[in-house]
Each structure stands twice: as structure tokens, then as C-alpha cells.
């Protein structure tokens, strides 16, 4: 028997109500496998918890989540408790930071039923590869006078240790799927990082000969997005490149409460972490109608992390066979309950058995 160690993390707002929604739900997963079982340790790290004890996590917090597989986060924030930037520095950045974890991978994919805000989209299917760790998103840099004359540096930072990383994630994935790497670039205008970018694709493009490859500038990717998302597979990109166009994956799907994520630690010391793209969503927490499938399909995600990628499709495909049913909430034009939506996949993967 296969045994999963992981630490559910609720959070706040509709992470209370989405993550024990998507743990139900793993734990039928786990019935019709036979050979796996989940262990959950629930960790009430949240603002509710800051108010508490003055700090988002106690001082061994880290210690304690770094003995679990991973860890299953639901959304952290509630402004009206404590302000942004010390719930989310203090729990979810110091996680992604100190787990080392370097990837961020963010699906976005046409499910049936489901009406998408392009007016053609065919059948998109596309993997987000977010370099999570450097790039435009560093440190370096300073201010200097202040008035007419003042000046801002922010330097961006390429390593090739983590420009190749991300890559060699972005070519394993797309060699499990329909073996194409797209390669958000902008080498006609950023002189210096992104003409090493490109020749670091193109040194790890080498080592997969059965992927085939393609990059494009990212203003014209960003237009492809909208107007053509099926001719992508995976696409592989900086880390604001990659945020930004994450994004429009998640709008282009028709709701941020379907968008799932993960955040990968890739050298084994720590545990990823698997989390929602949607926030705590103050507006409708308390009236059951939170979209669970952001927090389900982000389950499907740690199945595939941990080798179980034959569950991860049956719990897809369950997924997929629930919003063609329409049974949907109400950010999709449904009027199903969270519940609802949870019976519904939770009995068709019972059907499945
Ligand atoms: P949000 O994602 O919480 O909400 C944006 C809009 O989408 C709201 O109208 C909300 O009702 C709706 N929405 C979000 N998830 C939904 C779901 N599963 N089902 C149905 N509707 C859904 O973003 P917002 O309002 O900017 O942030 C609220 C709080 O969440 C803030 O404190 C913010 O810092 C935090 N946040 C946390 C994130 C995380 O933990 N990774 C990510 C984004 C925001
Ligand atoms: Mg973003």
C-alpha cells in the first residue's frame, strides 16, 4: 500500500470550503486505486491564526511541513484581518521560497460545458512551465535621487542553472504529452537575457530530439493566446512572462475558480506544493457556492506529481464529465452548490469502481 503524507493547508475565505471539497474527493480516488491511501494533517495557518499568535506560521512551522509529500494549499488573504503582504509573505511566498520551490506549472484547458470567453477557442489544451525563482522577479536594483532626476534599476536575473531547469521540466512534460515546447522569447528587444534564454533552448532542445520546438516573441504569444490557444502544448517562459500568460490561460478557460497550479520543488529537498490559482474570494465565502473544480483539478495535479498519472486522468476525465453535464456553479452559469458539484464527481469516480 502506497501511503501519501500530505498537509492540507485550508487558508482562508473558500479555502475552508473548496479543500475539504477536493480531499473528499482524494480520498474516493484513493478507494477505487486499491493500492493508495492519503494521509491529511490539516494546519490552520491563516489570518484567523495570525490574529491568534501575531505570525501566520509558529517559528518551527516550516520544520514541521518539510516532513510531508506535499503540501495541498487552498488561498490565503483576508485583507479585512490582516493586510495583504504580511498574510502572503508571511505563508504562501515563504513556502514557494524556502521549499525551493523553482516551477510554477499552470494547465489551462477547454472543459465541456463550459463557455469560454473567446467566441472560437476549438479545443485548447495548453501547460504553463512559469520559471518561479529569478528572472524579472529579483531583488536587484536600487533607487537613487528623488524628484525629476530620480531613477529605478530593477536588474533581471538568468542563471543558467534555473533557465535550464525550468526548460528540462517544460521537455519531460511535453514528451508525456503531445511532444511540442513553445518558447516565450523577446530577443528582438530585451538585448542580454533573452538571447541567452534562447540559447538555452536551444542547448536543451539538443537532449529531447522527439519534441518538437518553436518560440515566438511574447507580445505576438500573447495574441496567439487569445486567438489560436490549440496550437499549443507546453510553453516555457520567464517569470513575469509566465505570470502573465498564465493568466490569460486561466481568463481564456471562463473562470479563475477552474484554474489549478502547482509549485514544483524539482531537487527533491522539499515538498511541492499545490495550490488554486484563485484567492480566498472574500465576496462569496459562506453561501456554498465557492467553484470547487480550481481546487479538485489542482488534485489531479498532485496525483500526476507523485506518480499517478492513471488516477490523475480518471479524475479529469470525471471532471470533464461534470461540467458537460452542466453541473456547475454559478461563476460558470450554473446554479449547483460547491456540494453539489463535489457529489457529482465524488459519485462518478464511485461509478467508475
Ligand atoms: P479572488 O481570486 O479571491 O477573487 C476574485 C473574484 O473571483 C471574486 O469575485 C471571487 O468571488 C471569484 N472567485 C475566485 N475563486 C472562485 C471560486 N472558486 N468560485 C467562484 N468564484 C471565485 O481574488 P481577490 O479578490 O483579488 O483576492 C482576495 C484575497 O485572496 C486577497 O486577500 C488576496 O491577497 C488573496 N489571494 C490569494 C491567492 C493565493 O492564496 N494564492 C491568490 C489570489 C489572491
Ligand atoms: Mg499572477
Redesign the pocket.
Same mark, same amino acid.
Given at each position: 500500500m502506497k501511503k501519501l503524507k500530505i498537509a492540507s493547508i485550508p &487558508? +482562508?475565505? $473558500? &479555502?475552508k470550503e473548496?479543500v475539504p471539497a477536493a480531499i473528499d474527493v482524494l480520498h474516493t480516488v484513493a478507494e477505487l486505486h486499491g493500492g493508495l491511501t492519503f494521509e491529511f494533517t490539516d494546519f490552520p495557518y491563516s489570518c484567523e491564526y495570525y490574529l491568534e499568535h501575531g505570525v501566520m506560521m509558529p517559528e518551527d512551522g516550516m520544520k514541521r511541513l518539510s516532513d510531508f509529500d506535499s503540501i495541498f494549499? &487552498?488561498?490565503? &488573504? =483576508?485583507?479585512n484581518l490582516v493586510p =495583504?503582504h504580511i %498574510?502572503?509573505w508571511g505563508l504562501?511566498i515563504k513556502i514557494r521560497r524556502e521549499f525551493e520551490q523553482t516551477i510554477n506549472v499552470r494547465p489551462a484547458k477547454q472543459l465541456p460545458g463550459i463557455q469560454s470567453p473567446l467566441v472560437n477557442p476549438n479545443d485548447f489544451d495548453i501547460m504553463v512551465v512559469r520559471e518561479n525563482s529569478e528572472g524579472e522577479y529579483s531583488s536587484v536594483g536600487g533607487r537613487i535621487y528623488r524628484g525629476e532626476d530620480e531613477i529605478a534599476i530593477q536588474n533581471n536575473v538568468f542563471s543558467r542553472k534555473a533557465t535550464e531547469r525550468a526548460m528540462r521540466f517544460a521537455f519531460d512534460l511535453a514528451s508525456k504529452r503531445k511532444g511540442r515546447v513553445t518558447s516565450a522569447t523577446k530577443s528582438n528587444g530585451i538585448v542580454y537575457s533573452m538571447p541567452f534564454w534562447d540559447e538555452v533552448f536551444k542547448d536543451v532542445a539538443e537532449s529531447y530530439p522527439n519534441v518538437k520546438t518553436d518560440q515566438q516573441h511574447i507580445d505576438a504569444l500573447a495574441a496567439f493566446f487569445v486567438t489560436n490557444p490549440s496550437r499549443f502544448d507546453v510553453v516555457v517562459a520567464s517569470n513575469l512572462f509566465g505570470d502573465i500568460l498564465s493568466d490569460i490561460g486561466a481568463g481564456i478557460m471562463g %473562470? $479563475?475558480?477552474?484554474a489549478p497550479?502547482g509549485n514544483i520543488n524539482v531537487n527533491g529537498k522539499y515538498p511541492s506544493m499545490f495550490?488554486?490559482?484563485?484567492? %480566498?474570494?472574500? +465576496? $462569496?465565502i459562506g453561501k456554498g $457556492?465557492?467553484?470547487?473544480?480550481?481546487?479538485i483539478w489542482t488534485a489531479k495535479m498532485l496525483l500526476d506529481h507523485h506518480g499517478e498519472e492513471e488516477m490523475g486522468q480518471v479524475l479529469l476525465d470525471v471532471i470533464e464529465e461534470t461540467t458537460k453535464n452542466r453541473i456547475i456553479? %454559478? +461563476?460558470l452559469g450554473g446554479s449547483h452548490s460547491t456540494q453539489d458539484v463535489t457529489n457529482e464527481i465524488i459519485n462518478r469516480l464511485k461509478a467508475k469502481a
Open positions: &487558508g +482562508d475565505g $473558500i &479555502g473548496v494549499l &487552498g488561498a490565503v &488573504g =483576508d485583507a =495583504d %498574510s502572503l504562501l %473562470s $479563475i475558480g477552474v497550479a495550490e488554486p490559482v484563485h484567492g %480566498s474570494a472574500p +465576496d $462569496i $457556492i465557492a467553484n470547487p473544480v480550481g481546487q456553479t %454559478s +461563476d
